[in-house]
T-cell receptor
Framework: GAVVSQHPSWVICKSGTSVKIECRSL??????MFWYRQFPKQSLMLMAT?????????EQGVEKDKFLINHASLTLSTLTVTSAHPEDSSFYIC?????????????FGPGTRLTVT | KQEVTQIPAALSVPEGENLVLNCSFT??????LQWFRQDPGKGLTSLLL?????REQTSGRLNASLDKSSGRSTLYIAASQPGDSATYLC???????????FGKGTRLSVIA
């Protein structure tokens, strides 16, 4: 149980375009979702936290107009990277917790590799 | 702000060796600490979770200890195998409602 999926697993886009990454909780209702970013050989850095039906809370230094997060349902959150640039190339990992899971446990998706050319 | 440090950054050992990975955190007011494994280009696999009231957790060849007052945790891997090669991440949570804060990880290579 407590499976989180991400789609796509990898994506290549041209500079200036937008790309959307989906995060789904497959067997539980995700009341809270977290989006992390990981650069090569670096740690996972929290970008934002979103509660279902509410606006996301962004960490300091993360541009909310560039990284649009939507958490409109209890099983789906999306991260849209707008006007992507090569420096946005990274590994994006979502994490979810919610009803039916262990208390306060976070379940992680497999990640999405974004390459901006 | 919580900072998590992992030492060493990389480690290479021969197969069969026992090894210890270290994790330290600056704010001892944590709710729990968790160790993860990450294979190259992949997501995270949870290995062990230690609540703040616990001193250690064991799973198979893995043993994690927690000394909350000193802000330290260790992950002990017994009889290492090539399949243990991965990056090991340590993460802490301040309270039940806050997200995990990660260290940079230790890249482990076990040589056959």
């Amino acid at each position: 149980g407590a499976v989180v999926s991400q789609h796509p697993s990898w994506v290549i886009c041209k500079s200036g375009t937008s790309v959307k990454i989906e995060c789904r909780s497959l067997d539980f209702q995700a009341t809270t979702m977290f989006w992390y970013r990981q650069f090569p050989k670096q740690s996972l850095m929290l970008m934002a936290t979103s509660n279902e039906g509410s606006k996301a809370t962004y960490e300091q230094g993360v541009e909310k107009d560039k990284f649009l997060i939507n958490h409109a349902s209890l099983t789906l959150s999306t991260l849209t990277v707008t006007s992507a640039h090569p420096e946005d190339s990274s590994f994006y990992i979502c994490s979810a917790r919610g009803a039916g899971t262990l208390p306060y446990e976070q379940y992680f998706g497999p990640g999405t590799r974004l390459t901006v050319t | 702000k919580q900072e998590v440090t992992q030492i060493p950054a990389a480690l290479s050992v021969p197969e069969g060796e026992n090894l210890v990975l270290n994790c330290s955190f600056t704010d001892s007011a944590i709710y729990n600490l968790q160790w993860f494994r990450q294979d190259p280009g992949k997501g995270l696999t949870s290995l062990l979770l230690i609540q703040s009231s616990q001193r250690e957790q064991t799973s198979g060849r893995l043993n994690a200890s927690l000394d909350k007052s000193s802000g330290r945790s260790t992950l002990y891997i017994a009889a290492s195998q090539p399949g243990d090669s991965a990056t090991y991440l340590c993460a802490v949570r301040r309270s039940g409602n806050t997200p995990l804060v990660f260290g940079k990880g230790t890249r482990l290579s076990v040589i056959a």
